[in-house]
């Protein structure tokens, strides 16, 4: 079973730039999870998509936005990019509706690595 | 408000038993995981407790008192694969997941 795919793995762009990254979640998830990491910061929520829809949404100004597919894959676009957007963004998927339990992990990818100079 | 608390930074040596923190503090709790990270990898699930007591899984044992807000994990005969982040994250009444800052294992021969 193939894991959840992100890409590109690197990424540098440059002040003011819009950044898109992408996700496949494992196969027959349809939640995904949108996480920035920042070096010495926990994992920051930064949305969560299910069944296509927009669920929940972290502390982030709009200029961090999303989609989901019709495939439950998804993209994660960042607008007028910022010094401080230089993070680790981390993908992850779940069954339908959220991980509740410990049967119901999240599942990470390995992550996209957005550089701003 | 909701806040986590891990160590920075650990060493251990390889053979041996290391107990990672997680202190919290929520006004609502719907169960603690634990993640590993390797350097560049993605966090890999290790346990999940919402229950008081130890779980014990392998080498793995993963530790909950609610009462106390506190939480650890225990690897037993480390081995220098070990060498990770551990990630400690709390899932609110929400159920939104909530995470500390990782403590970085370093496992010496």
């Known amino acids: 079973e193939a894991g959840v795919t992100q890409s590109p793995t690197h990424l540098i762009k440059t002040r003011g730039q819009q950044a898109t990254l992408r996700c496949s979640p494992i196969?027959?998830?349809?939640?995904v999870y949108w996480y920035q990491q920042a070096l010495g910061l926990g994992l920051q929520f930064l949305l969560w998509?299910?069944?296509?829809?927009?669920?929940n949404r972290g502390n982030f100004p709009p200029r961090f936005s999303g989609r989901q597919f019709p495939n439950y894959s998804s993209e994660l676009n960042v607008n007028a990019l910022e010094l401080e957007d230089s993070a680790l963004y981390l993908c992850?998927?779940?069954?339908?509706?959220?991980?509740?339990?410990?049967?119901?992990?999240?599942?990470f990818g390995a992550g996209s690595r957005l550089t701003v100079l | 408000g909701q806040n986590i608390d891990q160590p920075t930074e650990m060493t251990a040596t390889e053979g041996a038993i290391v107990q990672i923190n997680c202190t919290y503090q929520?006004?609502?709790?719907?169960?603690l995981f634990w993640y590993q990270q390797h350097a560049g990898e993605a966090p890999t699930f290790l346990s999940y407790?919402?229950l008081d007591g130890l779980e014990e899984k392998g080498r793995f044992s993963s530790f909950l008192s609610r009462s106390k807000g506190y939480s650890y994990l225990l690897l037993k005969e480390l081995q220098m694969k070990d060498s990770a982040s551990y990630l400690c994250?709390?899932?609110?009444?929400?159920?939104?997941?909530?995470w500390g800052a990782g403590t970085k294992l370093i496992i010496k021969p």
């Open positions: 994250a709390l899932m609110d009444s929400n159920y939104q997941l909530i």
């Open positions: 998509y299910d069944e296509g829809e927009e669920r």
């Open positions: 929520t006004s609502g709790f719907n169960g």
């Open positions: 992850a998927s779940s069954r339908p509706g959220g991980p509740y339990s410990g049967a119901n992990v999240l599942t």
């Open positions: 196969s027959g998830h349809t939640s």
């Open positions: 407790n919402v």
